[in-house]
């Protein structure tokens, strides 16, 4: 018995060419056998077009091709078996309220009973000599028997099978369309619409593909997608359509990228050094070489016949603010304003303070803008002269505006949506555009992300940081870290408690900020213990920070509004409790909250034993300091959307595309973008 391919089969309902191209837009109804009701329970799939149909990716494939006589099968392994029924009959019983139908297979080795509960109308479907395909497992071997199989009956070799007897696609399902409806339908669908598949403008994906195999084309694609005739048509046909995803995702960015070279004309950055220089000299200490090669290639940005779109990466304390403080130089030296935002008013305010410090003995205005407050600093701007602007999403609000907007720097670009950063750009004329970020990209999402972003990356440590030890505990251990951390307080250093929630809720068991600061200030008194959250007021939330930096706070009990920004150097341990229920990025940010001074730094993660991920991002996070690395473990724990949050609103949706394995893909996308746009493509 052989499996025969949908190429190979031909519906006698195909359309003629004329009315098969439009076809792949009309309604699903289109597709023989989709109702009114049927189309209902698509369009809860997002199906609303027979091209939404086409597709649809199925979830998996299960090969049901290896025969298996009824002799041979075995309890409880799926297998599929092919007969001639030999009885058939409904039994009724519970005065008829309740049936069984059943038929008998015989395939000349044994003999097999198929039952189905309470569908009498199959009595309908199978008669006495019918062959019969059957796939399921077998629920008793004394007699041989199979309840609810899947059937399909067939009169000659050559006739299609779409359920049995090949490879067979399992697709995502909504209440009330079981998975042999949806497979039948799909076999309509491609039956009879697969040729309509229409031509990609421009379609650029190559005939070969790197390992020297022929791509398939379109039409073969979507046959090969849902029945194929081996696994690899399948793999292949998905690569197909995952390279055109990137592909458009790739000719939008670079798109934007050259229309944007095409008609801006950026203002001169690239500075004289008369402020750098006193700058640098006021340090105290040296760049270091990942520093100085960056602010090069910054340089040669501001300076070029372009605007800068560059994204600086960098590891947790690998010195990202003091490069954009350069940058801002850059821009300040050429007479430009420059506005930083960052994505919480803690962070702001940090920025705010750093900036202030190292460019107020310049004579340089620093504002910050955050929380509906505007705050003007020692230094008063003079008219007309440059100065910086740090504030959150404040500054992208009407009202807020910049007489000659030079540079834009965008910390922890992450937490915004790339909308926001559009905005803030729009805000003059053609800035410069720095983007930060300390949570490190794997290298397949930046390029899909930041695409249209030239990347720098700080892989240096800057010298005297030092190594956080890390540590996982469970609850019971408590009473021991807090011994731990009293004598850290002894000592005269400072520390930090996270916790996952502000409040109680109705889970008990998650740590929360309010009802934790009592139980810390019991257990390290007589220290002094403050707490700082998202919903406090913004005078109370500043009035403990700044108590903390100035050390009059010893230990702040906090949420993940400390993830980012925080520089206190003479806190040594942070105890993050409910560890389970962070992820490896934010416990990474969390971590690099210590060790900015000169003593010996811990992160003591708390958690309860509970499911295996939690436990094996817990492990990964103890045994990796890597930013990169531990990225990279991230992305494939958690998958691209949960990576990048839910409002990251850059992230594009993909139906085949896979972040997390189609590196290769992205590259070859982003080249084949590239020359088709050079060589003059639209």
């Not at 439009?22 to 699903?28: G, I, K, T, Y």
């Not at 696609?169 to 042999?180: K, V, Y």
């Not at 030092?466 to 850290?488: G, M, S």
Request: aromatic share 6%; with cysteine.
């Amino acid at each position: 018995m052989t499996t025969q391919s949908p190429m190979a089969a031909r519906s006698s309902g195909t359309a003629s060419a004329a009315e098969r191209v439009p076809a792949w837009n009309e309604p699903v109804i289109r597709v023989r056998g989709v109702g009114v009701e049927r189309s209902a329970l698509l369009e809860k799939l997002g199906i609303r077009t027979v091209g939404d149909l086409l597709l649809h990716r199925p979830r998996r494939y299960e090969d049901r091709r290896k025969l298996v006589s009824i002799r041979d099968m075995e309890l409880g392994v799926p297998v599929t078996v092919a007969g001639t029924v030999v009885a058939s009959g409904v039994k009724w019983y519970q005065q008829r309220r309740k049936s069984v139908f059943e038929f008998v297979l015989d395939d000349g080795t044994g003999r097999l009973h198929c039952r189905w509960w309470n569908v009498p109308q199959m009595a309908r479907a199978f008669a006495v000599g019918d062959t019969v395909l059957v796939f399921g497992k077998p629920n008793s071997v004394r007699p041989r028997q199979m309840d609810h199989p899947e059937t399909e009956r067939y009169e000659s070799e050559d006739d299609p099978r779409v359920h049995l007897n090949r490879i067979v696609p399992i697709h995502a399902l909504t209440e009330g369309l079981s998975g042999r409806v949806m497979r039948t339908l799909m076999w309509n669908a491609v039956m009879e619409f697969a040729g309509a598949t229409p031509v990609l403008e421009p379609d650029l994906v190559p005939t070969v593909a790197a390992d020297g195999k022929p791509w398939p084309t379109r039409e073969q694609a979507v046959r090969d997608l849902h029945f194929p005739a081996e696994i690899d048509d399948s793999k292949r046909a998905r690569e197909r359509f995952a390279l055109e995803e990137f592909l458009d995702l790739q000719l939008a960015i670079q798109r934007r990228r050259r229309n944007l070279e095409s008609k801006a004309q950026p203002a001169p950055c690239a500075g004289d050094n008369r402020f750098m220089r006193p700058f640098l000299s006021g340090l105290g200490f040296r760049l270091t070489a990942a520093q100085t090669r960056v602010l090069k290639e910054i340089r040669a940005d501001l300076g070029g016949p372009v605007p800068m779109r560059r994204l600086l990466q960098g590891d947790v304390g690998s010195g990202k603010t003091i490069v954009a403080a350069c940058a801002a130089l850059m821009a300040l030296e050429g007479g430009f304003d420059v506005a930083v935002m960052a994505p919480t008013e803690i962070l702001a305010m940090q920025l705010a303070a750093h900036f202030r410090r190292w460019l107020s003995p310049l004579g340089i205005p620093v504002v910050l803008r955050a929380g509906g407050r505007v705050e003007t600093g020692d230094v008063v701007a003079k008219a007309g002269a440059p100065g910086v602007v740090v504030g959150t999403q404040a500054l992208v609000q009407a009202g807020v505006e910049f007489e000659r907007l030079g540079l834009v720097i965008i910390d922890e670009q992450h937490k915004f949506g790339v909308s926001q950063r559009e905005e803030l750009v729009r805000k003059g004329r053609f800035p410069h555009l720095l983007v930060m970020t300390a949570t490190p990209i794997p290298r397949t999402l930046g390029l899909t992300l930041y695409g249209d972003l030239d990347v720098s990356l700080l892989d240096q440590l800057p010298e005297g940081r030092q190594v956080i030890r890390t540590h996982v505990r469970d609850e019971e251990a408590l009473p021991k870290v807090w011994a731990f951390v009293k004598k850290e307080l002894e000592a005269g250093r400072q520390a930090y408690v996270v916790c996952p929630r502000v409040a109680e809720s109705e889970n008990e068991d998650v740590r929360a900020v309010k009802r934790e600061l009592g139980r810390v200030r019991e257990a390290l008194a007589p220290a002094v213990v403050e707490m700082v959250h998202g919903q406090m007021d913004a005078e109370s939330r500043d009035s403990a920070m700044t108590a903390f930096r100035e050390g009059r706070v010893a230990v702040l009990v906090a949420t993940q509004v400390i993830e980012v920004g925080v520089d206190v150097p003479n806190a040594s341990v942070i105890v993050i409790l409910s560890a389970e229920l962070f992820g490896l990025a934010q416990l990474h940010q969390l971590r690099g909250r210590v060790g900015r001074g000169s003593a010996a730094s811990h992160c003591i993660l708390v958690a309860r034993e509970e499911k295996e991920a939690s436990s094996e991002r817990l492990r990964v996070i103890a045994e990796t300091r890597d930013g990169f690395a531990l990225a990279e473990a991230d992305l494939k724990l958690r998958g691209p959307g949960e990576f990048l949050g839910q409002d990251q609103s850059g992230m594009p949706a993909l139906r085949f595309g896979d972040l997390l394995n189609d590196g290769d893909l992205v590259r070859l996308a982003r080249d084949l973008a590239r020359e088709h746009l050079r060589g003059g493509g639209k």
